[in-house]
């Protein structure tokens, strides 16, 4: 079976995103998955929302995001 996707909730901001899905794509590559888990990020901060605009634009993420 596979996972989905992996949802991050509560960012403070676009460090967060960053490095919690710089984390997952680390474990992704050390366990030998062959493909990348979808990431959807829940904009439910004032800092996250400020720079919502900032973390739509990560590459690495798929493009889900929820406020």
């Known amino acids: 079976s596979r996972l989905p996707f992996i949802t991050l909730p509560k960012p403070r901001g676009v460090e967060d995103v ?7 794509r680390d474990v992704e590559t050390r366990i030998g998955l062959t493909r990348e888990i979808p990431v959807h990020v829940l904009i439910e901060t004032i800092g996250a929302l400020h720079e919502v605009w900032e973390i739509a634009a990560r ?7 929820s406020g």
Do not use: H
Request: charged share 30%; hydrophobic share 45%; net charge positive.
């Open 59 to 65: 590459r690495e993420l798929n493009r889900s995001i």
């Open 18 to 24: 960053r490095a919690q899905v710089a984390y997952l």
